[in-house]
């Protein structure tokens, strides 16, 4: 079914564009190298070093709009299974291709929900401010269908690379009592499980965040929260005895069951406070992941959460987040 996308300056009744991509093919024969007349490496010449192959994957941009532009942050490489630094300091060749990627012109499908809901060219490219890392900011208009007009957190692939992800429902779905009911059950139990301090208000004035969302194959919903402790939800200094608490709980019936639990002590590992972003099957394996959104003492990088044998794991930190004092 088409699609018609709505440009957020003004709305639209007909399709703004079409952002199919069609695909040429050329053949190709392999043939093996010559006989060599050497059957061995020489013993006074060395044998040639090789190096890591480096293979390329589509680049996720996650964003956040403000009327109709918006502001993409390159994430990471997208390989199977797992998600690569980009630029990766083993690869110089990355930053080749980190031109030839963020170029202004490049066009990126956008999502939202675990859905396709968009498009955005880019028209201007600038390094990131305040994130872990020499990272790349992308900037656009963005089209959205019109059920997600009101989407704010996007995240993005190249166009080229996303054929296999058709445009889906979009519902953005608020939190209900369950749901908010069974985040601070997972945190009383957390809280002094991790020998942590106990929030003085109690563990509703200590959650920051709360976000519902609907994971794909998924029949009941989920639910993720920040609860911090001397601390904010922003790039700033903790105070002392600071912590940050990131939950996630899934529905099993009529109840939520804890999913993911990830404390962290800025006393032991620094501030590292996490917050969900979005999710997105972005690897095309049937199974969505999710983005992490973390704040340091002095910026900001990115967490990935991935299912692993039925069970939610950490599959992904920027380096700002191994862990320090006074790292971050």
């Known amino acids: 079914m088409r699609k018609h996308l709505l440009a957020i300056a003004v709305i639209l009744t007909v399709a703004t564009g079409c952002d199919n991509v069609a695909w ?27 190096g890591p192959v ?5 680049i996720l941009l996650a964003g956040t709009r403000t009327g109709a532009r918006a502001d993409f942050v390159i994430v990471g490489e997208v390989h199977p299974g797992v998600l690569r630094e980009f630029p990766h300091p083993a690869f110089p060749d990355d930053t080749t291709r980190l031109e030839e990627v963020t170029a202004p012109g490049s066009e990126w499908i956008l999502f939202s929900e675990g859905v396709r809901v968009g498009r955005m060219v880019a028209d201007a490219v600038r390094p990131a401010e305040g994130f872990c890392g020499a990272r790349t900011v992308l900037s656009g208009f963005v089209e959205l269908v019109p059920t997600a007009s009101g989407a704010e957190r996007l995240l993005a692939l190249p166009a080229e690379s996303s054929a296999q992800h058709p445009y889906g429902n979009y519902a953005a779905i608020a939190h209900d009592y369950d749901q908010r009911v069974a985040t601070l059950a997972v945190a009383n139990r957390a809280i002094p499980a991790n020998g942590a301090a106990w929030p003085p208000l109690g563990v509703l004035d200590a959650r920051d965040h709360i976000q519902a969302f609907q994971l794909i194959g998924s029949q ?9 402790h001397q601390d904010e939800l922003t790039v700033a200094s903790p105070r002392q005895g600071a912590y940050s608490l990131f939950l996630m709980s899934q529905q099993v019936g009529a109840s939520y069951e804890e999913g993911y639990v990830w404390y962290r002590s800025v006393e032991s ?19 969505d992941d999710i983005l992490l959104d973390v704040f340091g003492p002095n910026r900001r990088w990115f967490a990935v959460l ?6 939610w794991a950490r599959t992904f930190e920027d380096p700002c987040g191994s862990g320090s004092a006074t790292g971050g």
């Open 269 to 287: 590992e620094g501030k590292g406070a996490p917050r969900y972003f979005d999710h997105l099957d972005w690897d095309g394996n049937g199974s």
């Open 54 to 58: 480096n293979v390329a994957g589509p």
């Open 24 to 50: 040429g093919g050329i053949d190709v024969e392999l043939k093996p190298p010559p006989p060599s007349s050497r059957t061995a490496v020489d013993a006074d010449e060395p044998a040639g070093v090789v």
């Open 220 to 228: 009941g919903r989920s639910v993720a929260a920040t609860f911090l």
């Open 306 to 311: 991935s299912q692993r044998d039925g069970s």
